[in-house]
């Protein structure tokens, strides 16, 4: 009696540790869909910018792609506004598509290095990210979101702003991306150039528009897939480990 009360305790906390998810919604992830972040600091700005020599043919006469991406929260710390600003692509093998990546990259410019996407729910690439369900798609699929580039419609020179809510510019969680790295990539996945986000610094108003700021490069190494969702599995974990023991009570 005593175990099957204590089964039902544990049973409960169990459950309520479970994102709800909509029944309307598919769950990609592993660790479920991905969580809206609200506790961004806002005004914090990261930017990614690319270096002058290609990853994929270093030897290209037209150079690298050229560009930047800059991101901060909004004031109320719910979701990050992204700036994105590109131009000298490759004159074929799009449309190009790039994501924000688990690694960042390293000395030696190799954007291999970066490994995969960041994906703290561990939703992997498949199924294709349907970009009317954002926290259905990878954490760091900015493309999929967002759109790809189609350098034979928008031309040589692309430019976006949109508001993302489930990249963080919070360190120490899964979805933070600002010591992690920005990589282009052609149609066919190859990687062609890459860049490390660092802190741009701090806006003024925390919004990042026309503001002023002072430069505060992030160097700590990346804290792996420690977001909500990765917290929900170990204590769901650590709970059946308990409802085991409850059955030799």
């Given amino acids: 009696m005593r175990s099957a009360t204590i089964l039902s305790a544990l049973m409960a906390a169990l459950l309520g540790l479970v994102p709800a ?131 034979t419609e928008v031309g040589d020179h692309y430019t976006a702003n949109y508001v993302d809510n489930y990249p963080s510019t919070f360190p120490g969680i899964g979805s933070f991306f600002g010591n992690r790295s920005l990589v282009i990539h052609f149609a066919n996945k190859t990687r062609i150039t890459c860049a490390n986000f660092t802190m741009a610094g701090k806006s003024v108003g925390g919004t990042g528009q026309n503001a002023t700021y002072t430069a505060s490069p992030t160097t700590s190494a990346p804290a792996q897939f420690t977001g909500d969702g990765t917290r929900n599995a170990v204590s769901m974990l650590t709970l059946l480990t308990i409802t085991g023991l409850a059955f030799f009570w």
């Fill in 21 to 151: 998810q909509s029944t309307d919604v598919p769950v990609t992830g592993i660790l479920g869909n991905a969580s809206i972040v609200e506790n961004n600091p806002p005004g914090i700005i990261y930017t990614a910018t690319f270096p002058t020599t290609q990853f994929f043919n270093p030897n290209d006469p037209r150079g690298n792609v050229k560009g930047s991406v800059s991101a901060v929260a909004n004031s109320n710390g719910i979701g990050v506004a992204f700036s994105v600003d590109f131009s000298n692509f490759p004159t074929s093998g799009g449309p190009f598509v790039y994501h924000l990546h688990a690694f960042p990259v390293s000395a030696d410019g190799n954007c291999t290095n970066t490994q995969a996407h960041l994906d703290p729910y561990e939703r992997g690439e498949t199924p294709t990210c349907d970009s009317k369900l954002p926290q259905t798609c990878q954490v760091g699929d900015l493309s999929g979101k967002h759109g790809k580039i189609n350098t």
